[in-house]
């Protein structure tokens, strides 16, 4: 039976919430889909130009016979290759094309940067490192710093190609090698690859008419350009003091900078297709004493409690406490308790009302922020709350309290054209001297572009060929055809709120496999047709809980801008990440390479 009373207790109004709900996702669906977006290629090519380069190093180019080449040196990049020194791999490469270690936090340096789930469980291996983070929720340089203490702490500069973009990689059956050729002219004769580029490391534009015509400075916030706008990551942009500004997007990322841009800039238009949800962040300085006082391996337990919480576990103690675990908390509340048996309809039900109790809280805090009542309305999100990341700030709704700041509601359109001198929505034409977009990036590994490069494998199969409608694989990391070579990110596994949690656990997945190898002196490994068929078959079965809630939530790349077939969510382990890390746990013990062929 369902508990219809549910809702009546909390005082919703469930009728006029589904169909408010309903109606701002309809006039939001684009039937373009992700394909409204433009890749930052050809013309747009200069957007993804490093501002932060002091040029190129000169070398020469590099030939080499090596065991791993791990493609990319984000923290998904360094907690391979320290999983490589664990297993005593030596002669392995790390290829970037920026000039750093870093990844995300080498490129996203844009104002109010700042990691999302907190540092003591994002910021990998501070109980190697003996690092203590300053804050609860440190900020961008804090945490590219920290890549590289992790990069000198466990040598890895020497393994480094820095400036390097891969340019091809081609699968050499008679070598048994990936031959790997780069924009330095090195060519790498790899037993094994890891890719490690990162989920969202492309930069995208919104494809809306204009974008070239515009006669001021326009930018990514992936490639923010302080040289325009003076100051650095804290704000004190003294260089936008007379400069209007606009920023297209309001998401996890524009709501981040949006409050220095408010503080620094003459005039700042935020440009609003869909409101972003705003929790609390509750940022505050690490206790010092507290931290000292962690036993060792308190961190590896700590991802673990955040896992399980934001995986609906019922568990005693809410280690991290923070805008993630109450929203996981509520959300789960409706879910069975010991010993009760509910109908899938009831569960249902009980997790919409769940849902609409946080959204009505959300809405209730941006009422008690945001002054002016018109703009408060405009700023309120009407979905569910898993339908797109859930953001967190102390700052965002302030900034538009702020006489300079103007909130541009395009209702739901989006951006219609760029001209020469500025923004234009329906008739309303905005004039600005900079245009920041934080339009977000290209999803690896749902897209299928995952790589900008040819990958060819088995008969020279292209992997962009093979991933034509949709990605392919065995747990996430396999692909038939394409020999070993892995994948590191959150396509066909179990996803985690924690991208650092979920990068360790595939590392050492990915790692365990390659060991074996070697010490089996194994030259060929590869996902078999059949299994990797059959992991695409569990996912989908393992989706269809999920499915119906997406096809109702709003477009974002949660829901491949609402084609769920693409979407990224639906393509992860739907029996959740604690299921997924024991289905890892038991393929290991069991030992046989179950799905794998190898040689
Ligand atoms: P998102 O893709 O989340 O947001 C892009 C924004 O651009 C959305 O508000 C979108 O609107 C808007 N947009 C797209 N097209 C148009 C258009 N034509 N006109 C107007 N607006 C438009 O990108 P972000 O960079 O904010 O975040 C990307 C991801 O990066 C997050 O999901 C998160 O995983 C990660 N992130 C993590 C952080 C951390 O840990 N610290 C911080 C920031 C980001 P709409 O919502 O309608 O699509």
């Known amino acids: 039976m369902i508990t219809k009373s549910l809702s009546d207790d909390h005082g919703l109004d469930i009728d006029m919430l589904r169909s408010r709900y309903a109606a701002e996702k309809a006039r939001r669906i684009n039937p373009k889909r ?213 920023v297209v997007g309001t998401g996890a990322t524009a709501i981040q900078c949006v409050p220095y841009l408010a503080r620094d800039a003459e005039h700042l238009y935020v440009v609003q297709r869909t409101p972003p949800t705003v929790g609390v962040r509750g940022n505050k300085p690490t206790d010092a004493g507290w931290f000292k006082s962690l036993p060792p391996g308190w961190q590896s337990a700590r991802m673990a409690n955040f896992n399980a919480w934001t995986s609906g576990v019922a568990i005693d103690e809410d280690l991290v406490k923070d805008g993630w675990t109450a929203l996981y908390d509520l959300l789960t509340a409706g879910m069975p308790k010991d010993g009760e048996s509910i109908t899938p309809e009831e569960g249902a039900y009980r997790a919409e009302v769940f849902d609409f109790m946080k959204g009505e809280e959300l809405r209730a805090r941006v009422d008690s922020i945001v002054t002016r009542p018109d703009v408060a309305e405009k700023l309120k999100a009407w979905y569910g709350v898993m339908c797109k990341r859930p953001a967190f700030s102390d700052a965002y709704l302030a900034s538009f309290n702020c006489e300079n700041v103007t909130l541009v509601d395009t209702e739901g359109r989006g951006l219609d054209e760029i001209t020469p001198d500025g923004i234009k929505v329906g008739d309303l034409e905005y004039p600005v001297d900079c245009i920041v977009f934080g339009t977000g990036f290209e999803l690896g590994g749902s897209t299928g572009r995952s790589s900008h490069f040819p990958i060819r494998g088995v008969g020279e199969e292209l992997l962009s060929e093979h991933f034509a409608n949709g ?75 999920v499915r119906a809630g997406l096809e109702a939530c709003t477009p974002s790349n949660f829901n491949g801008e609402g084609d769920v077939e693409r979407s990224f969510i639906a393509n992860t382990y739907g029996g959740g990440p604690i299921e997924f890390s024991k289905l890892l746990s038991d393929w290991r013990a069991d030992g046989k390479f179950a799905g794998l062929s190898v040689e």
Not at 43 to 71: C, H, M, N
Not at 521 to 534: G, H, K, Q
Request: proline share 4%.
């Open 34 to 246: 992700s394909a409204q977006f433009v890749e930052v290629s050809g013309q747009y090519k200069s957007f993804a130009d490093d501002p932060s380069s002091v040029g190129v190093s000169p070398r020469a180019p590099i030939e080499e016979d090596i065991d791993v080449l791990i493609i990319g040196a984000g923290f998904g990049g360094l907690l391979a290759a320290v999983e490589c020194i664990k297993a005593k791999i030596g002669n392995f490469r790390i290829v970037d094309k920026a000039q750093d270690f870093g990844g995300t936090w080498y490129w996203n340096r844009y104002p109010g940067a700042q990691c999302d789930v907190e540092s003591y469980i994002y910021m990998p291996l501070l109980d190697e490192t003996g690092y203590m983070p300053s804050e609860k929720y440190a900020h961008g340089p804090e945490l590219f710093e920290h890549a590289r203490r992790i990069g000198h702490h466990f040598d890895l500069y020497r393994h480094a190609m820095l400036q390097t973009n891969v340019q091809s990689m081609t699968w050499q059956e008679d070598e048994r090698r990936w031959v790997v050729v780069t924009d330095r002219e090195d060519r790498l004769h790899a037993r094994f690859v890891i890719s490690a580029s990162g989920p969202l490391s492309h930069p995208r534009l919104p494809g809306i008419p204009g974008i070239t015509s515009f006669k001021g400075r326009m930018f990514h916030t992936s490639r923010w350009d302080y040289g325009y706008t003076g100051g650095d990551h804290l704000g004190g942009m003294s260089r936008l003091k007379d400069k209007r500004v606009a």
């Open 471 to 545: 990605v392919r694989s065995l747990h996430g990391f396999y692909v038939h055809g394409f020999p070993n070579m892995f994948m590191i990110g959150n396509g066909q596994n179990g996803f985690k709120a924690n991208y650092t949690d979920m990068a360790i656990e595939q590392s050492q997945q990915i790692l365990h496999v390659i060991a074996m190898a070697m010490q089996n002196e194994f030259t060929r490994i590869e996902a078999t047709a059949a299994a990797e068929s059959d992991w695409i078959d569990t996912l989908i079965e393992k989706s269809q809980a």
